[in-house]
């Protein structure tokens, strides 16, 4: 099976979402449209970040001198943990753009994905 690239799959993702926010005005997609590019970065970062947590895991060890060491949230889960948040935030924002009268199809569409993340 062939992989596809990072930059492709972003390329991909932004067309969706495109897509998807469509039924926005069009002021509020010139407003939104760096947020939809952010966005699928974001998702890209997340799956990157995701990999190496699940090689790394939650806790490192730390050492610090002769007689001080222990255990701590790991760099990767913190990163991906803020990341999540800031996607998740941005989400919403994009969320709010789409009319009231939008189909739920482009609010489930979202939600799938974001329930899909652990």
């Known amino acids: 099976m062939r ?10 993702r932004i067309k969706e979402l495109y897509k998807i926010f469509s039924l926005a005005d069009e002021d509020r997609l010139k407003i939104v449209t760096p947020l939809i590019n ?3 970065n ?4 997340l799956e990157t970040l ?3 947590l699940k090689e790394t895991g939650f806790v490192e ?10 255990t701590k949230e790991s760099t990767v889960s913190r990163a991906y943990s803020s990341l999540f948040k800031n996607y998740v935030n941005a989400i919403r924002t ?9 189909p ?15």
């Open 3 to 12: 992989t596809i690239k990072p930059e492709n799959r972003v390329k991909r």
């Open 38 to 40: 952010q966005v699928a």
């Open 42 to 45: 974001m998702e890209e970062q």
């Open 50 to 52: 995701q990999a190496d």
């Open 61 to 70: 060890t730390y050492q610090n001198g002769e007689n001080q060491s222990g």
């Open 94 to 102: 994009l969320l709010q753009c789409l009319p009231e009268s939008a």
């Open 104 to 118: 739920q199809e482009a609010e489930d569409a979202l939600t799938a994905f974001i329930k899909k993340k652990p």
